[in-house]
């Protein structure tokens, strides 16, 4: 029998662990011919995750845990289920129930028919506000317009299926900032995406905030592309060459209006305007080199506290 390895991270998710490992459960009682283990990653969670995911193990063997000594994110928590896992197949799911484990038989029958990478295409229900689809459609061709990865609209979800050739290929890569959704698609290897409307989060509330979801998105665009470092050289040729134009006219128009160069309020908002503009240049190579002072570290991309397995 082939065996599908599950892997769930789990932030802060005391009321959902149950119940995904029931949902999932009765799906896999219809896949009779199947095994499944369902790796849960507790993130650092700060509330009695750990409790229930124990309790879980020691009820169902097939459920097993791993705990991180603090919360390191979720790509290192997907990646840590990956590295540990055994299965013929690999399927990442969030531990919220808005990846429906019932998806699970049709991500299976995709792999059976030689996909590789089975991933998944999201749509958002009515209920979801239209500031939440437009951004996540918007950020995903931003992504796709300046980096080398070509993620579809929608297709940037962790619910994905993974042959156990690829999750070698990923267990063996060490990026200090990995981004599995980008890495999914740059590996190349026969890909089926399956579409599926996005369920609300059955208990708790998302710690994905603003400032997280903004961290996320640079790491997928200097992740996979160096397009921006041209951007900012050729910004700096394109407003230097206007600086130069502009300036140039303004002299000539003095000489031949015989009137004086003045407008110290438009110097000063010259000055800002390209001093502004050099931190933004700055910036960008600043995360560059941050990414490459973290990598040369090589630290781990996660800490194990205690597994039951």
Do not use: C
Not at 123 to 140: C, D, E, G, V
Request: aromatic letters at 12%; charged letters at 25%.
């Amino acid at each position: 029998m082939k065996k599908i390895s599950i892997v769930i991270p789990a932030h802060n998710e005391e009321d959902n662990v149950a119940l995904i490992h029931q949902r999932i459960k009765e799906v896999f009682l219809k896949l009779d011919t199947y095994k499944f283990e369902i790796i849960f990653v507790n993130d650092g969670s700060r509330d009695q995750t750990q409790a229930k995911l124990e309790e879980l193990a020691n009820r169902f063997e097939e459920v097993k845990y791993i705990e991180f000594s603090r919360n390191f994110g979720h790509q290192p928590a997907v990646k840590a289920g990956m590295d540990s896992s055994n299965g013929n197949a690999v399927i990442s799911m969030d531990a919220d129930l808005q990846h429906p484990p019932e998806l699970i038989p049709d991500l299976i029958k995709k792999w059976e028919e030689g996909a590789d990478i089975v991933y998944t295409i999201r749509t958002y229900p009515k209920q979801i506000s239209a500031f939440k689809r437009k951004s996540s459609s918007l950020y995903y061709k931003f992504l796709s317009a300046i980096s080398d990865v070509n993620l579809a609209e929608g297709g940037g979800s962790d619910f994905r299926l993974m042959d156990a050739s690829v999750v070698d290929v990923v267990r063996n890569m060490n990026e200090a900032d990995i981004f599995l959704r980008g890495l999914s698609n740059w590996m190349g290897f026969r890909r089926e995406g399956i579409r599926f409307t996005a369920d609300e989060r059955a208990f708790g509330e998302s710690s994905y905030d603003l400032k997280k979801m903004m961290k996320f998105a640079f790491t997928g665009i200097t992740a996979f592309s160096v397009k921006p470092l041209y951007l900012a050289a050729y910004l700096g040729f394109i407003f230097s060459a206007i600086a130069i134009l502009g300036y140039g006219i303004y002299v000539i128009h003095s000489f031949v209006a015989q009137t004086e160069i003045s407008g110290w309020a438009s110097l000063i908002m010259t000055v800002v305007f390209f001093g502004g503009l050099q931190l933004i240049i700055m910036g960008i190579i600043g995360i560059y080199l941050g990414k490459i002072f973290k990598q040369v570290k090589e630290r781990p991309n996660y800490i194990i506290r205690s597994k039951n397995f």
